[in-house]
Protein backbone atom coordinates (compact mmCIF):
# COMPACT_ATOMS: atom_id res chain seq x y z
CA UNK A 1 0.00 0.00 0.00
CA UNK A 2 1.01 3.60 -0.73
CA UNK A 3 1.50 5.79 1.86
CA UNK A 4 2.02 8.99 3.21
CA UNK A 5 6.08 9.30 3.84
CA UNK A 6 6.64 6.95 0.87
CA UNK A 7 10.52 7.89 -0.62
CA UNK A 8 9.32 9.21 -4.01
CA UNK A 9 11.84 11.62 -5.26
CA UNK A 10 10.78 11.19 -8.90
CA UNK A 11 8.54 13.59 -10.67
CA UNK A 12 6.55 10.74 -12.40
CA UNK A 13 6.18 13.29 -15.24
CA UNK A 14 2.97 12.00 -16.08
CA UNK A 15 3.46 8.13 -15.69
CA UNK A 16 1.93 6.06 -12.87
CA UNK A 17 5.33 5.10 -11.46
CA UNK A 18 3.36 3.39 -8.50
CA UNK A 19 1.09 0.40 -9.58
CA UNK A 20 -0.39 -1.23 -6.64
CA UNK A 21 -2.64 -4.56 -7.79
CA UNK A 22 -5.31 -5.57 -5.30
CA UNK A 23 -5.46 -8.94 -6.14
CA UNK A 24 -8.64 -10.13 -3.90
CA UNK A 25 -10.34 -8.47 -1.22
CA UNK A 26 -10.95 -11.74 0.61
CA UNK A 27 -8.62 -12.23 3.81
CA UNK A 28 -8.56 -14.79 6.61
CA UNK A 29 -8.37 -11.74 9.41
CA UNK A 30 -10.92 -9.39 10.23
CA UNK A 31 -8.80 -6.33 11.17
CA UNK A 32 -11.05 -3.55 12.53
CA UNK A 33 -9.48 -0.60 10.55
CA UNK A 34 -9.24 -2.72 7.63
CA UNK A 35 -9.29 -0.07 4.58
CA UNK A 36 -10.88 -2.57 1.96
CA UNK A 37 -14.70 -1.60 1.42
CA UNK A 38 -17.01 -2.18 3.73
CA UNK A 39 -19.32 -4.14 0.92
CA UNK A 40 -15.55 -6.39 -0.04
CA UNK A 41 -17.85 -9.67 -0.07
CA UNK A 42 -19.44 -8.52 -3.48
CA UNK A 43 -15.92 -8.44 -5.38
CA UNK A 44 -15.01 -12.45 -5.11
CA UNK A 45 -16.61 -13.40 -7.90
CA UNK A 46 -15.47 -10.52 -10.30
CA UNK A 47 -12.08 -10.99 -9.50
CA UNK A 48 -9.69 -10.46 -12.46
CA UNK A 49 -8.07 -14.55 -13.82
CA UNK A 50 -4.04 -14.42 -14.56
CA UNK A 51 -4.30 -13.53 -18.18
CA UNK A 52 -6.01 -10.34 -17.16
CA UNK A 53 -3.23 -9.33 -14.13
CA UNK A 54 -0.98 -10.38 -16.64
CA UNK A 55 -2.17 -7.88 -19.57
CA UNK A 56 -2.43 -5.24 -16.90
CA UNK A 57 1.41 -5.88 -16.08
CA UNK A 58 2.20 -5.75 -19.39
CA UNK A 59 0.48 -2.54 -20.22
CA UNK A 60 1.46 -0.85 -17.03
CA UNK A 61 5.15 -1.15 -18.17
CA UNK A 62 4.39 0.36 -21.32
CA UNK A 63 2.94 3.48 -19.47
CA UNK A 64 6.19 3.20 -17.38
CA UNK A 65 5.65 1.73 -13.99
CA UNK A 66 8.05 0.77 -11.97
CA UNK A 67 7.22 -0.22 -8.38
CA UNK A 68 4.97 -2.88 -8.14
CA UNK A 69 2.69 -4.12 -5.09
CA UNK A 70 0.75 -6.94 -4.52
CA UNK A 71 -1.79 -6.14 -2.03
CA UNK A 72 -5.16 -7.26 -1.02
CA UNK A 73 -7.23 -8.08 0.77
CA UNK A 74 -4.48 -11.55 1.10
CA UNK A 75 -2.38 -11.97 -1.93
CA UNK A 76 -1.44 -14.96 -0.65
CA UNK A 77 -5.13 -16.39 -1.18
CA UNK A 78 -4.22 -15.92 -5.03
CA UNK A 79 -2.77 -19.29 -5.94
CA UNK A 80 -1.48 -17.63 -9.44
CA UNK A 81 0.51 -14.93 -7.26
CA UNK A 82 3.91 -16.75 -7.88
CA UNK A 83 3.26 -16.04 -11.53
CA UNK A 84 2.27 -13.21 -11.33
CA UNK A 85 5.59 -12.59 -9.69
CA UNK A 86 7.58 -14.53 -12.26
CA UNK A 87 5.66 -11.96 -14.94
CA UNK A 88 6.40 -9.09 -13.49
CA UNK A 89 10.28 -9.47 -12.62
CA UNK A 90 10.21 -10.38 -16.59
CA UNK A 91 8.82 -7.12 -17.33
CA UNK A 92 11.12 -5.40 -14.96
CA UNK A 93 9.18 -4.07 -11.91
CA UNK A 94 10.40 -3.91 -8.42
CA UNK A 95 7.66 -6.07 -6.73
CA UNK A 96 6.92 -5.82 -3.32
CA UNK A 97 4.60 -8.28 -1.60
CA UNK A 98 2.16 -6.76 1.11
CA UNK A 99 1.00 -9.24 3.31
CA UNK A 100 -0.80 -10.18 7.01
CA UNK A 101 1.65 -13.24 6.62
CA UNK A 102 -0.84 -15.85 7.21
CA UNK A 103 -0.46 -18.38 3.71
CA UNK A 104 3.00 -17.59 3.62
CA UNK A 105 4.29 -20.90 3.48
CA UNK A 106 7.94 -22.05 3.15
CA UNK A 107 7.51 -23.25 0.03
CA UNK A 108 5.51 -20.39 -1.10
CA UNK A 109 8.40 -18.33 0.33
CA UNK A 110 10.74 -20.12 -1.61
CA UNK A 111 9.03 -20.36 -4.84
CA UNK A 112 8.38 -16.51 -4.60
CA UNK A 113 12.16 -15.93 -4.11
CA UNK A 114 12.86 -18.09 -6.71
CA UNK A 115 10.45 -16.21 -9.20
CA UNK A 116 12.09 -12.81 -8.03
CA UNK A 117 10.33 -11.39 -5.97
CA UNK A 118 11.98 -8.62 -4.03
CA UNK A 119 10.45 -7.41 -0.95
CA UNK A 120 7.75 -7.70 1.36
CA UNK A 121 6.35 -6.08 3.84
CA UNK A 122 4.77 -7.96 6.87
CA UNK A 123 1.65 -6.65 8.92
CA UNK A 124 2.33 -6.56 13.03
CA UNK A 125 -0.29 -5.49 15.57
CA UNK A 126 1.52 -5.86 18.93
CA UNK A 127 4.58 -7.58 20.44
CA UNK A 128 1.86 -9.27 22.57
CA UNK A 129 0.02 -12.79 21.67
CA UNK A 130 -3.41 -12.13 23.13
CA UNK A 131 -3.34 -8.13 21.92
CA UNK A 132 -2.66 -9.29 18.50
CA UNK A 133 -4.57 -12.21 17.84
CA UNK A 134 -7.68 -10.05 19.64
CA UNK A 135 -6.93 -7.35 17.42
CA UNK A 136 -7.22 -8.99 13.89
CA UNK A 137 -10.01 -11.53 15.24
CA UNK A 138 -7.69 -14.90 15.02
CA UNK A 139 -4.83 -16.38 16.54
CA UNK A 140 -2.06 -15.20 14.12
CA UNK A 141 0.35 -13.73 16.23
CA UNK A 142 2.76 -16.77 16.74
CA UNK A 143 2.40 -17.47 13.10
CA UNK A 144 3.83 -13.75 12.34
CA UNK A 145 6.09 -13.95 14.18
CA UNK A 146 7.49 -17.01 12.62
CA UNK A 147 6.75 -15.64 8.72
CA UNK A 148 9.02 -12.77 9.84
CA UNK A 149 11.75 -15.05 10.94
CA UNK A 150 11.68 -16.97 8.13
CA UNK A 151 11.30 -13.97 5.28
CA UNK A 152 14.62 -12.75 6.70
CA UNK A 153 16.07 -16.09 6.58
CA UNK A 154 15.42 -16.34 2.87
CA UNK A 155 17.35 -13.20 2.90
CA UNK A 156 14.07 -10.92 1.52
CA UNK A 157 14.31 -6.55 2.27
CA UNK A 158 11.74 -6.51 4.85
CA UNK A 159 9.05 -3.69 5.82
CA UNK A 160 7.74 -4.93 8.82
CA UNK A 161 4.29 -2.62 8.67
CA UNK A 162 2.58 -1.64 12.15
CA UNK A 163 -0.78 -0.01 11.97
CA UNK A 164 -0.86 2.44 15.11
CA UNK A 165 -3.70 3.53 17.09
CA UNK A 166 -5.21 3.80 20.53
CA UNK A 167 -4.71 0.25 21.35
CA UNK A 168 -1.61 -0.48 20.60
CA UNK A 169 0.23 2.87 20.37
CA UNK A 170 1.91 2.70 24.23
CA UNK A 171 3.76 -0.68 23.27
CA UNK A 172 5.87 1.21 21.03
CA UNK A 173 9.16 0.33 22.91
CA UNK A 174 8.25 -3.39 23.31
CA UNK A 175 7.52 -3.24 19.15
CA UNK A 176 10.75 -1.41 18.56
CA UNK A 177 12.82 -4.50 20.34
CA UNK A 178 10.82 -6.83 19.18
CA UNK A 179 11.93 -5.40 15.02
CA UNK A 180 15.10 -5.55 15.97
CA UNK A 181 15.73 -8.57 17.23
CA UNK A 182 14.11 -10.23 13.99
CA UNK A 183 16.22 -8.01 12.03
CA UNK A 184 13.93 -6.08 10.14
CA UNK A 185 15.20 -3.41 7.69
CA UNK A 186 12.51 -0.82 7.53
CA UNK A 187 9.93 -0.48 10.29
CA UNK A 188 6.96 1.36 9.81
CA UNK A 189 4.91 2.81 12.56
CA UNK A 190 2.15 4.33 10.81
CA UNK A 191 -1.01 5.71 12.31
CA UNK A 192 -3.91 4.32 10.36
CA UNK A 193 -6.05 6.41 8.03
CA UNK A 194 -9.38 6.80 9.11
CA UNK A 195 -11.87 4.97 5.66
CA UNK A 196 -14.18 2.76 5.53
CA UNK A 197 -13.72 0.08 8.61
CA UNK A 198 -11.16 2.44 10.52
CA UNK A 199 -13.61 5.56 9.62
CA UNK A 200 -16.83 3.44 11.70
CA UNK A 201 -14.52 2.69 14.67
CA UNK A 202 -12.88 5.70 14.48
CA UNK A 203 -13.71 6.83 18.01
CA UNK A 204 -12.23 4.02 19.69
CA UNK A 205 -9.25 3.67 17.55
CA UNK A 206 -7.91 7.43 17.36
CA UNK A 207 -5.08 7.72 20.12
CA UNK A 208 -4.72 10.57 21.92
CA UNK A 209 -1.75 13.83 21.34
CA UNK A 210 0.26 12.37 24.57
CA UNK A 211 -0.17 9.03 23.23
CA UNK A 212 1.36 9.92 19.68
CA UNK A 213 3.80 12.09 21.32
CA UNK A 214 5.10 9.78 23.59
CA UNK A 215 5.74 7.30 20.60
CA UNK A 216 6.94 9.58 18.64
CA UNK A 217 9.85 10.12 21.49
CA UNK A 218 10.06 6.70 21.71
CA UNK A 219 10.59 6.37 18.16
CA UNK A 220 13.35 9.36 17.97
CA UNK A 221 15.40 7.86 20.73
CA UNK A 222 15.27 5.09 18.81
CA UNK A 223 16.73 5.94 16.25
CA UNK A 224 19.73 7.99 17.63
CA UNK A 225 20.86 4.35 19.41
CA UNK A 226 24.16 3.94 18.87
CA UNK A 227 24.72 1.07 15.73
CA UNK A 228 20.74 1.47 14.86
CA UNK A 229 20.30 -0.58 11.53
CA UNK A 230 17.08 -0.23 11.28
CA UNK A 231 15.24 2.93 9.39
CA UNK A 232 12.54 3.83 11.29
CA UNK A 233 9.22 5.54 10.12
CA UNK A 234 6.47 7.13 12.29
CA UNK A 235 3.85 8.70 10.43
CA UNK A 236 1.61 10.35 13.09
CA UNK A 237 -2.39 10.47 11.79
CA UNK A 238 -3.36 14.17 9.92
CA UNK A 239 -5.97 14.68 12.73
CA UNK A 240 -3.70 15.77 14.49
CA UNK A 241 -1.50 17.94 11.60
CA UNK A 242 -2.54 21.37 10.93
CA UNK A 243 -1.96 20.39 7.34
CA UNK A 244 -3.27 17.86 5.30
CA UNK A 245 -1.23 15.01 4.19
CA UNK A 246 -0.24 15.46 0.30
CA UNK A 247 -2.45 12.45 -0.40
CA UNK A 248 -0.89 10.26 -3.54
CA UNK A 249 1.59 12.94 -4.06
CA UNK A 250 -1.68 14.44 -6.20
CA UNK A 251 -4.41 12.67 -8.01
CA UNK A 252 -3.54 10.99 -10.81
CA UNK A 253 0.08 11.52 -10.47
CA UNK A 254 2.35 8.56 -10.20
CA UNK A 255 -0.44 6.03 -8.24
CA UNK A 256 -2.56 3.82 -10.10
CA UNK A 257 -4.38 0.81 -8.31
CA UNK A 258 -6.20 -2.15 -10.05
CA UNK A 259 -8.91 -3.63 -7.84
CA UNK A 260 -9.95 -6.98 -7.69
CA UNK A 261 -12.78 -6.21 -10.32
CA UNK A 262 -10.41 -4.50 -12.28
CA UNK A 263 -11.48 -1.02 -11.58
CA UNK A 264 -8.57 1.94 -12.22
CA UNK A 265 -8.51 3.52 -9.46
CA UNK A 266 -6.25 6.79 -8.36
CA UNK A 267 -6.66 5.66 -5.06
CA UNK A 268 -7.77 2.31 -3.39
CA UNK A 269 -10.72 4.37 -0.97
CA UNK A 270 -11.90 6.07 -4.06
CA UNK A 271 -14.97 4.26 -4.09
CA UNK A 272 -16.40 5.84 -1.14
CA UNK A 273 -16.88 9.24 -3.16
CA UNK A 274 -20.28 8.79 -4.51
CA UNK A 275 -21.23 10.08 -7.66
CA UNK A 276 -17.91 8.76 -9.64
CA UNK A 277 -17.69 6.24 -12.10
CA UNK A 278 -15.33 3.40 -12.02
CA UNK A 279 -14.50 1.96 -15.37
CA UNK A 280 -12.83 -1.33 -15.32
CA UNK A 281 -9.51 -3.36 -17.95
CA UNK A 282 -12.35 -5.48 -18.82
CA UNK A 283 -13.85 -3.04 -21.11
CA UNK A 284 -10.64 -0.13 -21.52
CA UNK A 285 -6.86 -0.08 -21.88
CA UNK A 286 -4.97 0.70 -18.99
CA UNK A 287 -3.50 3.86 -20.93
CA UNK A 288 -6.78 5.08 -21.96
CA UNK A 289 -8.19 4.80 -18.43
CA UNK A 290 -4.85 6.36 -16.68
CA UNK A 291 -4.41 9.30 -19.33
CA UNK A 292 -8.06 9.87 -20.39
CA UNK A 293 -10.32 8.83 -18.14
CA UNK A 294 -13.04 10.66 -16.29
CA UNK A 295 -12.46 9.55 -13.20
CA UNK A 296 -8.51 10.35 -13.08
CA UNK A 297 -9.04 13.89 -14.71
CA UNK A 298 -11.51 14.70 -12.15
CA UNK A 299 -9.12 16.30 -9.79
CA UNK A 300 -5.69 16.18 -11.30
CA UNK A 301 -4.01 19.54 -11.42
CA UNK A 302 -5.98 22.39 -9.42
CA UNK A 303 -8.64 23.59 -11.82
CA UNK A 304 -11.64 22.04 -9.29
CA UNK A 305 -10.04 23.48 -6.14
CA UNK A 306 -12.62 25.83 -4.00
CA UNK A 307 -11.34 27.97 -1.39
CA UNK A 308 -9.52 28.12 0.52
CA UNK A 309 -6.82 25.95 -1.64
CA UNK A 310 -7.71 27.90 -4.78
CA UNK A 311 -5.44 30.54 -3.35
CA UNK A 312 -3.46 29.09 -0.76
CA UNK A 313 0.53 29.22 -1.30
CA UNK A 314 0.50 25.56 0.08
CA UNK A 315 -1.54 23.71 -2.77
CA UNK A 316 1.95 22.54 -4.65
CA UNK A 317 2.31 21.01 -1.78
CA UNK A 318 -0.04 19.25 -0.19
CA UNK A 319 -2.84 19.03 -3.51
CA UNK A 320 -5.77 20.44 -1.07
CA UNK A 321 -5.41 16.60 0.62
CA UNK A 322 -7.30 13.75 0.38
CA UNK A 323 -10.42 14.07 -1.52
CA UNK A 324 -12.01 10.65 0.15
CA UNK A 325 -11.33 12.59 3.12
CA UNK A 326 -13.16 15.18 1.85
CA UNK A 327 -16.09 13.64 0.70
CA UNK A 328 -16.44 11.52 3.98
CA UNK A 329 -16.17 14.55 6.29
CA UNK A 330 -17.38 17.13 4.57
CA UNK A 331 -19.97 15.60 2.12
CA UNK A 332 -18.37 17.29 -0.75
CA UNK A 333 -15.26 15.93 -2.62
CA UNK A 334 -13.99 19.37 -3.73
CA UNK A 335 -14.00 20.69 -0.81
CA UNK A 336 -10.71 21.18 1.58
CA UNK A 337 -9.65 18.00 3.26
CA UNK A 338 -10.48 19.11 6.64
CA UNK A 339 -7.55 17.87 8.56
CA UNK A 340 -6.40 21.26 7.31
CA UNK A 341 -6.52 23.86 10.05
CA UNK A 342 -7.61 26.45 7.19
CA UNK A 343 -10.57 24.25 6.01
CA UNK A 344 -13.87 25.79 7.37
CA UNK A 345 -14.68 21.85 8.44
CA UNK A 346 -11.71 21.71 10.49
CA UNK A 347 -13.95 21.67 13.47
CA UNK A 348 -15.06 17.77 12.34
CA UNK A 349 -11.38 16.77 13.11
CA UNK A 350 -11.50 18.51 16.17
CA UNK A 351 -14.71 17.00 17.16
CA UNK A 352 -12.86 13.85 16.90
CA UNK A 353 -9.73 14.55 18.61
CA UNK A 354 -11.36 15.97 21.38
CA UNK A 355 -13.83 12.68 21.78
CA UNK A 356 -10.59 11.12 21.90
CA UNK A 357 -9.41 12.72 25.21
CA UNK A 358 -12.72 12.88 27.11
CA UNK A 359 -11.91 11.38 30.60
CA UNK A 360 -15.49 9.84 30.60
CA UNK A 361 -15.49 8.07 27.29
CA UNK A 362 -17.98 5.10 27.33
CA UNK A 363 -16.25 2.50 25.60
CA UNK A 364 -18.05 0.89 22.62
CA UNK A 365 -17.80 -2.18 20.47
CA UNK A 366 -15.06 -2.36 18.02
CA UNK A 367 -17.15 -3.42 14.44
CA UNK A 368 -14.81 -6.31 12.86
CA UNK A 369 -14.19 -6.63 8.81
CA UNK A 370 -16.06 -9.57 8.57
CA UNK A 371 -19.00 -10.19 6.11
CA UNK A 372 -22.23 -9.36 7.81
CA UNK A 373 -20.99 -7.50 9.94
CA UNK A 374 -22.39 -4.43 8.57
CA UNK A 375 -25.08 -4.08 5.73
CA UNK A 376 -24.19 -1.71 3.25
CA UNK A 377 -28.03 -2.08 1.01
CA UNK A 378 -29.19 1.18 1.96
CA UNK A 379 -26.36 2.98 1.11
CA UNK A 380 -26.37 5.40 -2.19
CA UNK A 381 -23.64 3.31 -4.08
CA UNK A 382 -21.44 2.62 -6.90
CA UNK B 1 24.60 6.28 9.47
CA UNK B 2 26.59 9.41 11.35
CA UNK B 3 28.07 12.33 9.82
CA UNK B 4 31.45 11.97 10.03
CA UNK B 5 31.87 8.63 8.24
CA UNK B 6 34.81 9.12 5.51
CA UNK B 7 35.86 6.58 2.57
CA UNK B 8 39.54 5.64 2.60
CA UNK B 9 41.37 4.90 -0.88
CA UNK B 10 42.11 1.51 -0.48
CA UNK B 11 37.82 0.67 0.18
CA UNK B 12 35.74 -0.95 -1.84
CA UNK B 13 32.16 0.44 -1.37
CA UNK B 14 29.58 -1.78 -2.79
CA UNK B 15 25.79 -1.11 -3.44
CA UNK B 16 23.32 -2.60 -0.36
CA UNK B 17 21.31 -5.61 -1.35
CA UNK B 18 18.12 -3.74 -0.82
CA UNK B 19 18.83 -1.25 -3.55
CA UNK B 20 18.39 -2.26 -7.13
CA UNK B 21 20.31 -0.57 -9.69
CA UNK B 22 18.85 -0.36 -13.37
CA UNK B 23 18.57 1.39 -16.86
CA UNK B 24 15.19 2.55 -16.98
CA UNK B 25 14.28 3.12 -20.68
CA UNK B 26 11.38 5.34 -19.90
CA UNK B 27 12.80 7.80 -17.73
CA UNK B 28 15.98 7.63 -19.93
CA UNK B 29 18.13 7.53 -16.86
CA UNK B 30 18.87 4.99 -14.64
CA UNK B 31 17.19 4.31 -11.61
CA UNK B 32 17.75 3.12 -8.01
CA UNK B 33 14.73 0.88 -6.99
CA UNK B 34 14.35 -0.28 -3.25
CA UNK B 35 11.43 -0.96 -1.08
CA UNK B 36 8.91 1.28 -1.29
CA UNK B 37 11.07 4.25 -3.22
CA UNK B 38 12.84 4.99 -6.45
CA UNK B 39 15.36 7.53 -6.93
CA UNK B 40 16.30 8.69 -10.76
CA UNK B 41 19.93 9.23 -11.01
CA UNK B 42 21.89 12.06 -12.67
CA UNK B 43 24.54 10.79 -14.87
CA UNK B 44 27.24 11.35 -12.73
CA UNK B 45 25.19 9.55 -9.36
CA UNK B 46 24.40 6.30 -11.77
CA UNK B 47 28.60 5.95 -13.05
CA UNK B 48 29.71 6.14 -9.11
CA UNK B 49 26.87 3.81 -8.20
CA UNK B 50 27.60 1.19 -11.52
CA UNK B 51 31.54 0.86 -9.68
CA UNK B 52 30.04 0.22 -5.98
CA UNK B 53 30.50 -3.51 -6.71
CA UNK B 54 32.26 -4.43 -3.58
CA UNK B 55 35.62 -4.74 -6.22
CA UNK B 56 36.81 -1.96 -7.33
CA UNK B 57 38.66 0.86 -4.57
CA UNK B 58 36.77 4.63 -3.91
CA UNK B 59 40.62 5.59 -5.89
CA UNK B 60 39.70 3.59 -8.61
CA UNK B 61 36.53 4.76 -8.97
CA UNK B 62 37.58 8.08 -8.60
CA UNK B 63 40.10 7.33 -11.11
CA UNK B 64 37.73 6.18 -13.82
CA UNK B 65 35.44 8.85 -12.93
CA UNK B 66 38.20 11.71 -13.63
CA UNK B 67 38.74 10.20 -16.75
CA UNK B 68 34.94 10.21 -17.84
CA UNK B 69 34.20 13.84 -16.89
CA UNK B 70 37.68 15.63 -17.93
CA UNK B 71 36.16 19.24 -17.63
CA UNK B 72 35.53 18.50 -13.65
CA UNK B 73 39.10 18.98 -12.43
CA UNK B 74 37.79 18.87 -8.86
CA UNK B 75 35.84 15.59 -9.11
CA UNK B 76 37.59 13.59 -6.67
CA UNK B 77 36.53 15.29 -3.50
CA UNK B 78 33.19 15.19 -4.83
CA UNK B 79 32.81 11.91 -5.48
CA UNK B 80 34.16 10.59 -1.85
CA UNK B 81 31.43 13.32 -0.55
CA UNK B 82 28.95 11.61 -2.62
CA UNK B 83 29.96 8.13 -1.25
CA UNK B 84 30.00 9.33 2.46
CA UNK B 85 26.21 10.59 2.01
CA UNK B 86 25.20 7.91 0.46
CA UNK B 87 26.50 6.06 2.64
CA UNK B 88 24.59 8.02 5.43
CA UNK B 89 21.25 7.08 3.31
CA UNK B 90 22.36 3.59 3.34
CA UNK B 91 22.66 3.23 -0.05
CA UNK B 92 26.02 1.98 -0.29
CA UNK B 93 28.17 -0.31 2.28
CA UNK B 94 31.88 -0.04 2.95
Given amino acids: MAKDGSAVSLDGQGKPMWLVLELTYRCPLKCVWCNNPLDFDQYGKKELSTEEWKRILREGRELGALQLGFSGGEPMLRDDLEELVEEAERLGYYTNLITSGVGLTPERLKALKQAGLKQIQLSLQSANRSLTDELVGARAHDLKIEVARMIKAEGFPMVLNVPVFRQNIDQVDEILALAEDIGVDYLELANIQYYNWALLNRDELLPTREQIERAEAAVIAARQRPGQQMTIYFVIPDYYETRPKACMNGWGTIHLTIAPDGAALPCQEVRVIEGLEFPTVREHSLDWLWNDSPLFKKFRGDEWMKEPCRTCDEKEKDFGGCRCQAFLLTGDATNTDPACAKSPHHHVIEMAVNKAREKHHVPRPLVRRQIGAVTTVFMEHK | ?94
Avoid at chain 2, 25 to 42: C, M, R, T, W
Fill in chain 2, 1 to 94: MSGDFHFQPEDRPRLDSKYLLRWEKSQDAYVLLYPEGVIKLNATAAEILKRCTGETTAANIAAELKALFVDNADIENSIYKFLEVTHGKGWIRR
